[in-house]
């Protein structure tokens, strides 16, 4: 099959059903020669959790919606699905389906996982948009991968309807990762998929 905007590869991407954040930053992030191809992960979960189980429980069912594309990976683009879980069940998760599908799977939070051991940073700062129960859940998700959090921010939420992270702009990440700047962490972990990030980390890397 033809992947003629994908010349160093296609990414199958796998979306939140409201996610309105991840393909624009993606689209802006990706190196040229790399496209991606989207579906999204729908559940009728009642609360934030139950959804999020939904993603990872019926992963194989959303990863079936690219058919036979030429996909050179799969990328899950959420973090809060690995906290529901866990790293055991994720890791046997993920791994069975790379071995399925004879190609590399991975998601949001292993992702990071891998960068802070590139970047052999162990003491880990949080910046958390999501509601007490599963920022809990967050925390310890990152101690069991071995990390020390040594604080965990929350960006002002507006009210409404809905995911909590959904209702943030681009201003939210940035006032609460400036306030970060001084603490002894070795690194700041903005969470949350939805959240828009990129204005906040080209702010501080131009200050």
Not at 22 to 44: D, F, K, Y
Not at 168 to 184: E, I, Q, R
């Amino acid at each position: 099959m033809s992947a003629f905007y994908a010349s160093r590869g296609l990414v199958g991407l796998l979306v939140p059903q409201a996610n309105t954040t991840v393909e624009p930053e993606c689209a802006m992030l990706w190196p040229p020669g790399v496209s991606m191809l989207v579906g999204r992960m729908t559940s009728a979960g009642a609360t934030i959790e139950a959804r999020l189980a939904d993603y990872q429980g019926r992963l194989g069912a959303h990863v079936a919606q690219f058919a036979d594309a030429p996909l050179a990976a799969v990328a899950v683009a959420v973090t809060g699905a690995s906290y529901v879980a866990g790293p055991e069940a994720e890791d046997l998760c993920y791994a069975a389906l790379s071995r399925d599908l004879g190609l590399p799977v991975t998601n949001a939070a292993l992702a990071l996982v891998h960068a802070l051991r590139v970047l052999e940073a162990r003491r880990i700062a949080l910046v958390s948009p999501y509601p007490p129960g599963l920022t809990r859940l967050s925390v310890a998700y990152w101690q069991a991968r071995g990390f020390e959090v040594a604080r965990v921010a929350h960006p002002d939420v507006p009210g409404g309807p809905g995911h909590p992270v959904y209702r943030l702009g681009g201003d939210a990440a940035a006032s609460t990762l400036a306030a970060m700047v001084g603490h002894d962490a070795e690194a700041v972990l903005l969470l949350g998929t939805g959240m828009p990030t990129l204005p906040a980390i080209a702010r501080q890397v131009r200050s």
